[in-house]
């Protein structure tokens, strides 16, 4: 069965740091891109970032370039996120993600299966 | 403001057929990136309903499909069940963004 048990988040002060971790079983996890995708509160998921198999390519939305940085561990089944810089607006949901792709290419992806979600709070 | 463009709400009787639409553009939709579709209920995990435009992963039933025409795709469910009332997402990739989009999602209400 597949599983992606998330931990970490909480609240923290605008311009602080805090890291997600994602624990990964039931599956290959080298062979599959992962994600994060968040949701406010009050408004629609937004994909947040993604890294391929082995952690050579890495992607994020622009709202998160330069502050945010998704990393992998193979040989523990873990994806993190580390967040620093955190913003009001970065408050959310956050969901990891396995990311199935196909047709060789990041562009054809779509997200099977899910964490439970953790809350980041951004405030003072 | 969401790339892609979907209806803030949708309803129907039990028993009745609903279609969610989700309109896109010539930089993902439009571009022949595949659209997929999700079943959210706010709190806990999304659920994959359609991938590729029109395959349904295992286990979900076959009331749901998905179809995709030039710039915009669509999701149907039919026999609308009471359990079917909550909010769904599009899916794609943009060219121009060079990134994953969501649509803003639509609350299914099941009168």
């Known amino acids: 069965e597949v599983q992606l048990v998330q931990s970490g988040g909480g609240l923290v002060q605008p311009g602080g740091s805090l890291r997600l971790s994602c624990a990964a079983s039931?599956?290959?996890?080298?062979?599959?891109?992962m994600s994060w995708v968040r949701q406010a509160p009050g408004k629609g998921l937004e994909w947040v970032a993604n890294?391929?198999?082995?952690?050579?390519?890495?992607y994020y939305v622009d709202s998160v370039k330069g502050r945010f940085t998704i990393s992998r561990d193979n040989a523990k089944h873990s994806l993190s996120l580390q967040m620093n810089s955190l913003r009001a607006e970065d408050t959310a949901v956050y969901y990891c993600?396995?990311?199935?792709?196909?047709?060789?290419?990041?562009?054809?992806?779509?997200?099977?299966?899910w964490g439970q979600g953790t809350l980041v709070t951004v405030s003072s | 403001q969401s790339v892609l463009t979907q209806p803030p709400s949708v309803s129907g009787a039990p028993g009745q057929r609903v279609t969610i639409s989700c309109t896109g553009s010539?930089?993902?939709?439009?571009?022949?990136?595949?659209v997929h579709w999700y079943q959210h209920l706010p709190g806990t995990a999304p659920k994959l309903l359609i991938y590729?435009?029109?395959n349904r992963p295992s286990g979900v039933p076959d009331r749901f499909s998905g179809s995709k025409s030039g710039t915009s795709a669509s999701l149907a469910i039919t026999g609308l069940q009471a359990e079917d009332e909550t909010d769904y997402y599009c899916?794609?990739?943009?060219?121009?963004?060079?990134?994953?989009?969501f649509g803003g999602g639509t609350k299914l209400t099941v009168l």
């Open positions: 890294i391929e198999q082995d952690g050579s390519e890495k």
């Open positions: 010539s930089s993902n939709i439009g571009a022949g990136y595949d």
């Open positions: 590729g435009n029109s």
């Open positions: 039931g599956f290959t996890f080298s062979s599959y891109w």
């Open positions: 899916q794609s990739y943009d060219s121009s963004l060079s990134g994953w989009v």
């Open positions: 993600a396995r990311s199935s792709c196909y047709y060789g290419s990041g562009s054809y992806c779509y997200f099977d299966y």
